[in-house]
């Protein structure tokens, strides 16, 4: 199933609620009104009962209860506060090029819910950043709660997966040895516009991924080129940490940002930043600065 967080643009009562639907080809259900899951938390904390609910649901759609997508705001298709846990140097060619050494394990930083942005959210440029960087990955959501489990069983605890943007400010990355100052800016972490559950993405280790620069191709890939695949990810950040329904895991980059072409042409205010994931959608995100 594909399923939205969203909030029905123009009404009153859109911050007090967001909204879990179903993307079909004729609409947008909403959950709640047809008797399911009302909101991504309700849908995790029964992920087994809510999903077979949304299944029927998906099946079936009332046409009555269908809202046009061009009349919702695609909002972050994760909860409130999850923990986004993102992994450096994951796609073998962007390795080569940087002429960087693999790894034996992933090199894991983090992200913070202030971060998180929906469908054409505006990106805020930080006070004094001129190294903006665009980064196209393919977003881990956990369904069930995961400590030290190994990599067989490791997918079994995915609800879905995403298109995300880990941007990053380059200038305020390196200034020091750790990265948290270039990553976790108001804005750096697009998601959406949708979450595929993992039954309709089947492999995630073999798809297609695209970053766009203002309707431009400027990374593509696919995930088979990821060092790391996802079931060794989630074993991996489970090992190291209690993953929980709803957090997100960043599965890294290939190559084709500015920061590996060696070029200075870095992100300018009004660019319109794209990230497409077969079968997932098409995420797209504007620069503005604060």
Request: aromatic share 6%.
């Amino acid at each position: 199933m594909k399923l939205a967080c969203f909030r029905i643009k123009g009404d009153p009562r859109a911050a007090m609620a967001t909204r879990l639907g179903i993307v079909t080809p004729d609409g947008v259900l909403p959950t709640g009104r047809a008797g399911g899951p009302g909101d991504l938390p309700t849908l995790l904390g029964d992920l087994d009962a809510g999903l077979a609910r949304l299944s029927q649901l998906a099946a079936r759609p009332d046409p009555a209860l269908l809202l046009a997508e061009a009349d919702l705001d695609l909002l972050p298709p994760v909860p409130p506060a999850p923990k986004i846990v993102c992994v450096g140097l994951n796609y073998r060619r962007h390795a080569e090029r940087l002429k960087l050494a693999v790894t034996e394990v992933p090199t894991f930083f983090a992200k913070f819910p202030n971060t998180l942005v929906g469908q054409d959210g505006i990106i805020p440029r930080p006070a004094g950043t001129e190294r903006m960087d665009a980064e196209a990955e393919l977003a881990i959501v956990v369904g069930r709660r995961a400590r030290a489990v190994p990599a067989p069983a490791a997918l079994a605890h995915v609800l879905g997966y995403a298109c995300a943007n880990d941007v990053s400010a380059r200038d305020l990355q390196f200034r020091t040895s750790q990265w948290l100052a270039g990553k976790a800016c108001d804005g750096f972490c697009p998601i959406g516009p949708y979450l595929v559950t993992a039954d309709e993405v089947g492999d995630p280790d073999d798809l297609a991924l695209r970053g766009y620069r203002n309707g431009q191709v400027v990374q593509d890939s696919r995930t088979s080129d990821m060092i790391f695949g996802c079931a060794e990810i989630v074993a991996h950040a489970s090992a190291m940490l209690t993953l929980e329904p709803g957090d997100v895991i960043l599965t890294g980059t290939p190559e084709g940002t500015v920061f590996d072409r060696g070029s200075q042409d870095w992100w300018r205010d009004g660019e319109e930043m794209g990230v497409e994931i077969e079968g997932l959608g098409h995420l797209h995100n504007w620069v503005e600065r604060r």
